[in-house]
Every structure is written in C-alpha cells, then in structure tokens.
C-alpha cells in the first residue's frame, strides 16, 4: 500500500504514528536506564493503529469530484453538445457565497435566452417547461449509458457510494441538531 504525503489525511497519520514511534522509543530508553526496570522484559508493541474521521469538507470533495468524473464521462460518450453537462462553482444570488453545480448547456442557454428576451421586451419563452422538457431527454440518455457502458455505471455508482458516505456522515455528526456547522468539518 502506498501513502500519497499530498493527502492531508495521509500527511496526519504519518506524522501521529511517527510521534507515537518517537514517544514509545524515548520512553523504552528512559525505563531501560532506570534501577526499577530490573529483569522485567520490556512489552513490545506489534501494530499501531492510527484512526481518524474524515472530515465532512473531505467527504464532500470526494463526492464532488466523483460527480464531476461521472458528467466528463457522460460529455465523453455522449454526441450532443446541448446535453453536456458542465461542473463547478456557481455564485449565489446574493453575489458573495457560492455552490457546487452541475448544470447542462440546455439549462445555461434557456436561462440565458429567457433574460435576453426580458430585458428587449420580446416574446416570452417558458424556459422552465423546456428544462423540465430537456431533463425528461438528459435521463433517458443517461440510462441509455447506464445500459451499453459499464465504466459510465461504476463511476454511477462511485459517486452513490460518495454521496452516502456523506450523508451518512452528516446524520452522525449532526443528530438532534438544527444548525451543524462546525470550522473544520462543513464549511465549504
């Protein structure tokens, strides 16, 4: 098994169970120095384990990034650039926070073509209909790929796993609570 030092979770684990190994050894040396060690043998110590939550930000990330390796692929497979769907920051209207999103061109260019009709005062166009109308179409698509590409249906179901890590996560930690956000662990 190889350890990625990148990883901020693999960088942790290293540097506790190396402090542990430090701990262990500079304590054995004291004892072994002293009178009251006599003909004890010392314990030895087989395994360290070191255990850690991940964090919900973590969580989080992993989720995002397996949805964003399951829409690359759809874009991938699929030969109809209206129906591509692209991932990524997206500001909120209050213009100071922002969210995840995964948004397909169809949605970006009603949405777009609806305000450019508003302000020149030209025809109405329901673009929420035609979306709805669209993701009827994006669905079937997706379930058409689900059926012939069984790498579209595992990084499906990567990001299923990822997604209820997470929730899953969240239930624990915020049980009972009506606000859970605590630094570290749910901030974006």
């Not at 360290?48 to 989720?63: F, G, N, W």
């Not at 073509?113 to 508003?118: A, I, L, S, T």
Request: hydrophobic content about 35%; some cysteine.
């Amino acid at each position: 098994m190889q350890l990625s030092l990148t990883d901020p979770l693999n960088r942790h684990a290293v540097t506790v169970a190396v402090a542990m190994c430090a701990f262990v050894s500079l304590a054995y040396s004291q004892s072994a120095s002293g009178p009251e060690l006599g003909s004890q043998s010392p314990e030895v110590i087989d395994e360290i384990i070191v255990s850690r939550e991940k964090p919900i930000v973590l969580l989080r990330h992993e989720m995002r990034m397996a949805e964003k390796q399951v829409f690359d692929m759809f874009n991938a497979l699929n030969t109809d650039d209206e129906f591509d769907v692209e991932c990524g920051r997206e500001t909120r209207r209050d213009l100071v926070s922002w969210d995840w999103a995964c948004r397909p061109n169809y949605e970006k260019d009603l949405r777009t073509e609806e305000g450019r009709r508003m302000l020149i005062g030209g025809s109405y166009i329901n673009a929420e209909a035609r979306i709805r109308t669209k993701h009827e179409e994006l669905k079937k698509k997706m379930e058409a790929l689900m059926r012939e590409q069984p790498e579209f249906l595992q990084s499906l179901l990567k990001l299923a796993d990822a997604t209820e890590a997470l929730e899953l996560e969240r239930e624990k930690r915020c049980k009972g609570r009506i606000i859970c956000r605590r630094p570290g662990y749910d901030s974006e």
